[in-house]
């Protein structure tokens, strides 16, 4: 067998704890268990409050893809207008799901190394009558940025649009809220900035999302896709729709308590300055950032443009198979463009932020660039003064 | 908290041995690690061993139900004609995904403590032209009885019917073979007789399934419920439609492995005698099987009439509460007319198997019933006699 | 490799909960990480509790004998008389001990299916001018018998003569207490009634003990042997007289703890009745209990006579090649006379019981014994009407 | 509870792979079960590929310091001479147990930042009739330097003087052998270089060695301190003196068979290499090495001069509390004039040095020490130029 990573530093999923690994090692439970119930309970109310909301939540027990289109399958109607807004490769893969479901896709876009601007979705709603739904992500995680979803979700309001938000690696990476940042539905993923496994995701809803999803002319229900078959089992009766996915259940009760005993705002904050040292640490490399400016480069992954002379994968290659480091490539389109240093969960702490960046100078001197050994690192180093986490 | 179950002897999800728990607390893997795609690859060859066949299989990474939703969604054009064999509560729900997806149901239904007679199956053939799909559940769980699959699959392909098996408990609790028994869809899951965590749905696929599911107008793709995104990207390109559920995988690898190493065919009548010294044991405390007859009585659970004078839900919560042992109820319309004593995976032994005879027969005196004690076990015991797994 | 057991239901080591298998697989610290220092205290201060003393404890990094040479080297000076109590095969090794070290050895025996008679003991002291200490066995684990220590501890004080006992398997199955019942050095381990690894001495010193101690003539200090070293350091200083056993005391940390969540009193309650089920499915076999009278039968471990025209390896091996029980034989002088069924722990709860009496008599059937099958298990059963634990 | 550390980085024991620890979470097996007999026997062969001996090997129960007391205990007899070479503190603490067990010191001495000069020793042997023994230690962890104990073996064999060697911290670092360094008795540890736990004594004898203590006056027997106790019962008839140390002997096969698929050899070159690289980033960072040459610093830690204006408890506490790094101090008399860098077992490779090293230069920033950020790293960097473990 190949020997395994020393770190897993990727864009995600990422190392997890040693803690949620046993915790994950817990004996599987019949899911009618009353301990299993009560833990399914407490892994709800958890992700409430790392949600910071008080809408409900639902768990689907399947990865976030999941979770998007249910999302998609459940919302839309045959001839609903979605403005989708595209920075990167998951927004614009989203419209497979709007068009698969019914929608008609009205497009804001821009580069891939760009963020959305506010004020054009301000623009785009005023000159575009009908829009019943904006879809965006959160943390475009191909491209390693972010959008201004806080900003896009109030001007949302302002039009009465209902707000679809791929925060799949964003939570835990910034201490969001539906309430405050004025999203309808949020679908995340336990495998990004909280570490746990993937294979869940998570939903928070507003009521004018279930108003929505109900009002449908023939409301989705009995189907794995269903959003409303968990309001209609779990969150009224607290039975199931079907057999939950329970090892994965036990990762994510695992990570959320790990996560409210940190706190969610301190988690975000260390996420934001993991990933300021990163970027700091790429640049005195005289390698390029990927994401334009700074402002919109995101906290989970740091995006580096595969600089000249160099073959993405051989050098992904070279870091897992030589020093052991996985991180992640391009994906998409994007594929070869970029290669992305991932620091979420337990891996955004320095230790494991300076091991990669050592690996990733020592990788780039075997493929032949010219590196001054340690410039990376002390680059990070300095921009980690005062660290307190 | 609770405490936890000392035994979880369920109708599934079942405990898992301490080798299964230990492999799922391996370090979570990027799905592009090396170590992971070795491992899933490992997994494939080994769901193929335990199948015994030849044929493609499939992990989709969702709990059974996903497979089943995803076999009538792949497969069903509107109008499309299926024989739904009824012979319980979940034979009789999949009659739902037949209609979501446009198909015409015609069904052949029996009591829910009866099996189907492959002879009638061929006169509805024979009567009812047109028919191009035929459903049936292998190992009925709820009512804890089985269909003679292996017959009536050599029937279906007299007549040119597609045959699509619900064998979600049955896997590894008889050593069936899609090839052999005339299956074109198998659909298992790990939470069964492998012991494994639940969370995945284990696919067998003929040529003729993957055929039609080509050939279809609208070939179902980009979708979570897709089989065929699985064909055009794991099977063809060893990458992945989305992440996999890696802890799941971890679990199922692991199952699969021990399956493997003790023998399909050999863990099968492992099963079947467990089965069979449980049905003695009832009988003996004067209770009533559930199936009607000892021949469709099922390997991996037993069904139990709830006697008269004890309320079902009374009767295993005493058992879950005062003694550890976490049993289960009837399902759907069977709820509160039988309860279930799981006998799968490493709980298909003589000594889980006594010990929870036990439980019962101590139960069922707290409760106010007359019961020799002692007598159950014996006969179980009995019927052991020359056990050598 | 050979097939794990199914139960391990031994004289000790027995099996763990899964929470314990757990709590051992916490990252290696190293002995001065504050997280570590902090572990090592509370498990200090859960062992008070279980020991329910003010005493100081002690926790030695060696397995229980350890801990018997300890006390006899730490305390015994040349010429020292002590009255040895010996009511089997432990009793005896430890004149051993004393001799090893100097002392001279009184010696009260009784058979060893018997137990001390605390006015034999009165009436040794009275006649034996000069005796210091006293040593007893309180659990005789290889005759599944117990002593009186709490009568004989109080004749001691009397006396004035220290009182050292060997608990090993004691702690946990009676709720003892050195301080009233008389015990000066109370050595247990932590691999019997609570659940742990084995490799650690757990014990209780009274100030007088100390005193003896410290008042040698050479105190013993700077060796494995010596407690007086985990006085000056651990005790004194929070510092170790050397690296311990990092992982068996995760594993004791996480056992105590679960011995103060379920009580102390409530435990010791439990192994008793479990016991006491256990003898009265023996009998219902028609097999002799080891023990001659029923009030010093101990509640951890039954023995049980080997019936004629069975040998003691066969009737074991038999149990764990073909139904996976692992139970105990004879020990020493007593091999061959008699077998052990263990129930310490999380085996002392019904469903384990009755496994194990259920695999004892389908054993002694298929060696050819005419057995009533289920009749022990019956017996079993009726006694543990009313259980509660 | 206190927040667990990032990485163990110590002097041992250190953090051991996830594959350890979940080995460590197997099941408790009674001792004498065939299982656990057989991983004990696996165990031992293991231990003769890594100490690359066909001597006996003795597994003793208790940390490396048991073994030490043990051999002194069992070789020596009042009166014995035995040579002790000194060259820190571990080896100074030997000649309490020569004392202890009546023999008598001749001391070859070094300051403790220097090694023992082989001609030395031939010479003090040639000066000193009557010599009996000598002892060394191979790896002086409290000075992070090691003697060159092959060329001293073999000199020790000329004048046909019996060498014992504490090479707790040395096995797995350097590629020893019994036979061809002329040792008689070697004593190592599993919480080392091999990554275990610590709790157990690693010793390999030579027949000679054997010889010696069968022929003392009184054999050290009916022990806890006794190796022969081992011979005449696990060497001689596969059972044991006492209770095994289940699961930390869980932990040394694992980490014996882990160092046996990496190949001793390989192992300690890649020590090696990692000790140097690590050596180059504390000379970068303008610190001093504590050993006074290059071919006398060990490849297991690295000592550290303490610089002047900064506490070492300061530094390390900085190093944990902030930064999550576990390193070690100095010991004994060498308290506050070094610390050390720990690179054993998993933790010497690239990622795991540099992560180290990196987070010592933001320490020692932090507390006010004028540091080229990234300078120490750079240079370990530079060191590892054609890694290839």
């Known amino acids: 067998m190949k020997r395994w990573p020393e770190m897993t530093l990727a864009g995600g999923p990422v190392q997890a704890t040693e803690r949620t690994l046993r915790d994950m090692a817990r004996p599987i439970l019949y899911h009618y268990d009353p301990v299993f119930i009560e833990l399914f309970d407490r892994a709800s109310t958890l992700l409430k409050t790392v949600y910071r909301t008080k809408y409900d939540v639902v768990i689907l027990q ?37 068009e698969k479901y019914g929608g008609e896709t009205v497009e804001l876009r821009v580069p891939y190394n760009e963020a959305i601007d506010p004020e054009a979705v301000r623009k785009k709603l005023k000159a575009t009558p009908g829009i019943r739904f904006l879809s965006v992500v959160h943390s475009e995680t191909p491209s390693a940025t972010v959008n201004p979803v806080a900003e896009i979700g ?16 964003g939570l835990g990476g910034e201490a969001l809220s539906p309430e405050e940042w004025g999203i309808d539905v949020a679908i995340a993923g336990p495998q990004k900035c909280l570490g746990g496994p993937p ?46 996915s329970v090892t994965t259940m036990y990762g994510l009760e695992s990570v959320l308590a790990q996560a409210v005993e940190e706190g969610v705002e301190r988690m975000a904050a260390r996420h934001g300055a993991i990933a300021r040292a990163c970027r700091r640490g790429v640049e005195a490399l005289g390698l390029k950032l990927w994401a334009a400016r700074e402002e919109i480069a995101g906290p989970v992954v740091t995006g580096v443009v595969v600089p000249e002379g160099i073959e993405d994968r051989a050098l992904r290659g070279h870091l897992r198979e030589r020093y052991g480091i996985m991180i992640s490539g391009g994906y998409g389109e994007l594929s070869g463009k970029l290669f992305r240093l991932g620091h979420m969960g337990m891996a955004a702490r320095p ?17 032949g660039r010219d590196v001054h050994l340690g410039s990376g690192v002390g680059a990070a180093l300095e921009s980690l003064s005062g660290w307190s986490f």
Not at 156 to 166: H, I, P, Q, R
């Open 154 to 169: 109030k001007i949302a309001k302002e039009f009465g649009v209902l707000t679809l938000v791929d925060t799949v690696s």
């Open 62 to 98: 399947g990865e976030a893809i999941l979770g998007l289109e249910a999302t998609a399958a459940g919302l839309l109607s045959p001839g609903d207008k979605v403005l989708n807004l595209v920075s990167g490769v998951f927004g614009k893969w989203f419209e497979l799901f709007i």
């Open 199 to 244: 294979g869940l995701s998570l939903l928070a809803i507003s009521p004018e999302a279930w108003k929505a999803m109900e009002s449908k002319k023939n409301p989705l229900r009995g189907s794995f896709l269903s959003i409303l078959d968990w309001k209609d089992t779990w969150l009224e009766k607290k039975v199931f729709p079907y057999t939950p």
């Open 351 to 367: 230790a494991y932020l300076c091991a990669q960046l050592a690996m990733l100078e020592r990788t780039l001197k075997d493929l």
